[in-house]
């Protein structure tokens, strides 16, 4: 089967990354490629931070060497990348092909294989290897699995000092215990040997498979086709919305013949998690008011049968039967609430109990109480110098002339003042009310 220029075989002013990552969860072989690549070819099409070209060495302990190529030509094909994006940084080895196993377990307890290890620094030395990435950790050495002692040995004796003497980064591909994830997932509390080996590393990275509620939240079909990144070493999994997410796409290799179909590679890509706010205007948050405002007293409480959220989905023309339009309700609702366009009340409900009740708070487009920002004085002909810093929040009224109007409102600051001193802080504003209000005008 043909591979675009496969990754070579590595064989006999760099900067380490992360001196150790641990990977574990579903998924976690193929969340890595996408980082692999990445950070050999400079791109940032699959993760959202800014990365530096660095040399990676990718080598797999499972999969035959075409497994490996077929994968990355995938990888290369949907995210158009040039044998000149990829340069000579990326190198690839196959478990299957060459040994890679550091230690084994002795009569007198760990064996460590001295020239194993040697290769491996020596070939990361010669190569000038940025990253190394191990996948997964489980098959490089022959130790009980479930013995937290001996595997926290071998990454502190050969991965750690690796990475110290070296230089370089090294992450590590570890999977969970097989069984049922709780309520939010697999945690780190999951990996096979857990304890004293995931204390032995700086920072862990968890990977777990949209589950089936949340697809339904999210709109999306085939939710096994999205998963998650958490931090590991957090202990409160954050809600889905703050996580960081990844979607496997099929991409065909176009290397069909007469025998056989072309192979489809899953390749994994950025997904981001629906904006509650996305596709709502200024127009939608006043029909919802006007909702609210006819009827009620409206409950908070999602599970109340008086839930606010039903006139404001009536007015949104949104179907609370579809978890993803409940979801988009709750998140637009909760952004109102904090811009103040809907209010939380305490009050008594017909069993005269105490529960808390949703109103409208400020009225979309019409005037509302601001506090004028004061400014330093100015000399008559230093001219304002409004410059825009960002799109202000959804909801929120313009300072100078509290209202909100089709006209877009940003978050404006007057670049005659220095950020720190009075005057200097960024304001909400309509664009051609900005001049007017740092020039100390009053909206009539």
């Known amino acids: 089967m043909p591979i675009p220029f496969p990754a070579s075989n590595a064989s006999a002013s760099h900067l380490a990354i992360i001196p150790c990552l641990l990977v574990v ?111 997964p950790y489980v098959n490089c050495a022959r130790v009980p699995e479930n ?76 939710h096994r086709s999205y998963f998650r990144i958490d931090n590991g070493k957090v202990n409160l999994t954050p809600p889905p919305e703050a996580s960081e997410w990844r979607k496997f796409v099929s991409i065909p290799l176009g290397n069909a013949t007469d025998e056989s179909p072309e192979d489809k590679i899953g390749v994994v890509t950025r997904w981001e998690w629906p904006d509650p706010m996305k596709d709502l205007t200024v127009t939608d948050l006043r029909a919802a008011q006007k909702a609210v405002s006819e009827g009620g007293p409206w409950r908070a409480d999602s599970q109340a049968k008086d839930w606010v959220g039903k006139p404001i989905a009536a007015a949104l023309r949104l179907d609370l039967d579809s978890k993803a339009d409940k979801a988009k309700v709750k998140g ?27 109103e409208v708070g400020t009225w979309a487009g019409q005037t509302v109480e ?37 006209r877009p409102i940003w978050k404006i600051r007057d670049g005659r003042v220095p950020y720190g001193q009075p005057g200097g802080k960024p304001e909400c504003l309509h664009e051609d009310c900005a001049t007017k209000w740092f020039s100390g005008q009053f909206h009539p």
């Open 25 to 135: 969860g579903t998924s976690s072989n193929f969340g890595l490629l996408p980082n692999t690549w990445a950070r050999a070819s400079h791109s940032t099409s699959s993760i959202p931070q800014k990365i530096s070209r660095h040399r990676v060495w990718y080598i797999n302990l499972e999969d035959p060497q075409q497994e490996i190529d077929r994968r990355f030509a995938a990888i290369f094909k949907h995210y158009e990348i040039t044998q000149h994006d990829l340069g000579n940084r990326l190198f690839t080895d196959s478990g299957r092909e060459k040994n890679f196993i550091v230690a084994h377990d002795g009569k007198n307890g760990i064996e460590f294989d001295k020239k194993v290890i040697a290769d491996i620094e020596n070939t990361i030395r010669e190569n000038a290897i940025d990253a190394l990435v191990v996948d």
């Open 147 to 222: 013995d937290n002692n001996k595997m926290a040995a071998v990454i502190k004796t050969v991965w750690a000092e690796i990475a110290e003497r070296q230089n370089c980064a090294v992450l590590l591909e570890h999977h969970v215990r097989k069984g049922a994830a709780g309520n939010d997932g697999y945690t780190v509390e999951d990996a096979r040997g857990a304890g004293a080996l995931i204390n032995s590393w700086r920072m862990v990275r968890v990977f777990n498979t949209m589950t089936k509620e949340e697809g339904e939240k999210a709109g999306v079909e085939r």
């Open 332 to 358: 637009a609702l909760k952004i109102w609430i904090t811009n103040g366009m809907f209010r939380e009340v305490e009050g008594e409900d017909e069993k005269r109990k105490k529960k808390t009740f949703i």
């Open 370 to 406: 601001t506090t004028r920002m004061k400014t330093p004085p100015q000399k008559k002909n230093d001219k304002v110098q409004p410059i825009k810093v960002a799109k202000a929040p959804d909801g929120v009224a313009c300072v100078f002339c509290s209202t909100m109007d089709e």
